[in-house]
């Protein structure tokens, strides 16, 4: 029987993870049942699950590969650039899925095994906005009369409440006038 190649394996994975997405967005967390991952993916239940052990862990990996894409924009450029791709396009199919997370919040409130989880998934984010707000701290870049773990906090408040404001379907117009007040609130003032 021929092995199947690393290449081929991340190739299905990650083939999974866009469908997955995709239903996600349509359905909503609670409404992504088997029967339509499957539908949506191609795929039967069993070869889903050969890759992802249930839905719990398929949603966390789409959390965890957002995370590590956002983590890159924060380490170069910032979570308030973050923040405004969401804005740029708030209907991409990639990121609409995002709205989901308003269903996970009553998980995490209630479900302590999944709130680890998520907390897990989601650190990358968290540690590269607390990082590169250290570096701008000591180049003297953010203002010095708020401490670096508050104003990581308030940046992480918004992105939540950005959010929720896209995934309800709320107007986008001004949050580009929004967003720069924000990175003007937390930079040194000159």
Not at 168 to 186: F, H, I, K, S
């Amino acid at each position: 029987m021929p092995r199947v190649s690393t290449d081929r394996l991340a190739a299905r994975r990650q083939e999974i993870l866009d469908g997955a997405r995709r239903c996600f967005a349509r359905y909503g967390y609670e409404g992504a049942t088997v029967r339509r991952l499957e539908e949506v993916t191609g795929l039967s239940r069993g070869a889903i699950f050969h890759h992802y052990r249930d839905k719990d862990a398929l949603f966390l990996a789409l959390a965890e590969q957002d995370a590590a894409r956002m983590a890159e924009v924060v380490a170069d450029q910032g979570l308030v650039q973050v923040m405004r791709d969401l804005v740029a396009d708030p209907n991409s199919e990639e990121l609409s899925w995002l709205g989901t997370r308003l269903e996970v919040s009553r998980r995490l409130r209630t479900d302590p095994e999944f709130r680890e989880l998520w907390r897990d998934h989601s650190a990358a984010l968290a540690r590269a906005t607390r990082e590169r707000l250290e570096r701008q701290a000591k180049a003297g870049l953010l203002r010095d009369d708020v401490p670096v773990s508050v104003l990581a906090q308030y940046l992480e408040l918004v992105l939540e409440g950005l959010v929720a404001h896209l995934a309800m379907g709320l107007p986008a117009d001004e949050l580009t006038a929004v967003l720069d007040l924000v990175e003007a609130g937390v930079r040194a003032r000159r």
